[in-house]
């Protein structure tokens, strides 16, 4: 009958309606109904999946927004990306220089693991590499790890990745690198989002370092002054 599935549609409706993302609705058969029963579960897990993710990425950039040395902050966003997005690694990419559009820009690689500048990578604005791109069109490019020339502990050469660009206002200052880990599937609309979010809070906690520790010489260079001074 049909109103057994109607009736089953319905509460599990208002469990969604009241937050709960565990309950499914069983899928009998291959009709009309049963796809709809499919759909509304897939549904359900995706918005899970959202909620998790955007409840971590809360607490991630709370701790981001409480680190004091740059380094700190480098370290905490490649460590924290893998709770907020999933089974990923990642790597965060800093530029030496302006992202001018003419000549070679060097970029600083932290990796996390090692505690601090795990090696440099040579960029033209100008060149068809998947960081190039992001950086020049501020939008996060989807490529595989080979294509981005890391250490290939990051993740196998096909291993399906993300290049989300680094801005302050619109200044590239570098590159979130997100590498699947583990599977092959490619990045979904929510993983995006995740990412995207992300590399704004860890663009706007680097900032801030800047701003604290250009404050901090600031200071310095005053008590000196006076000092000198009498």
């Known amino acids: 009958t049909v109103t057994r599935p109607l009736a089953e549609l319905a509460q599990g409706a208002r469990r969604l309606g009241a937050g709960d993302f565990d309950h499914t609705i069983p899928v009998r058969g291959r009709d009309e109904l049963a796809e709809v029963a499919g759909a509304f579960n897939w549904m359900t897990e995706s918005l899970r999946q959202s909620f998790e993710g955007l409840r971590t990425l809360l607490e991630s950039t709370t701790r981001l927004a409480g680190v004091a040395r740059r ?16 089974d990923v690694r990642c ?42 791109r992001a950086l020049s069109d501020r939008e996060v490019v989807t490529t595989h790890a080979g294509a981005l020339g890391l250490p290939t502990e990051l993740g196998d050469a096909e291993a399906p990745s993300l290049v989300v660009p680094l801005l302050a206002g619109r200044e590239p200052r570098g590159a979130l690198l997100v590498i699947r ?14 990412c995207r979010t992300l590399a704004n809070h860890l663009s706007i906690a680097l900032q801030l370092r800047e701003a604290h ?16 001074a009498g």
């Open 213 to 228: 520790e250009q404050l901090v010489r600031s200071e310095k260079l005053r008590a000196v002054g006076e000092i000198a």
């Open 71 to 86: 380094e700190e902050v480098l370290r905490l966003a490649v460590d924290e990306t893998p709770h907020v997005v999933g």
């Open 181 to 194: 880990s583990g599977e092959s599937r490619a990045f979904g609309e929510t993983e995006l989002m995740l």
């Open 91 to 132: 790597a965060v990419l800093l530029l030496e220089t302006g992202w001018n559009g003419e000549g070679e820009v060097l970029g600083r690689l932290w990796l996390g693991e090692g505690g601090g500048v795990d090696g440099t990578v040579s960029l033209r604005p100008d060149s068809d590499h998947p960081v190039a």
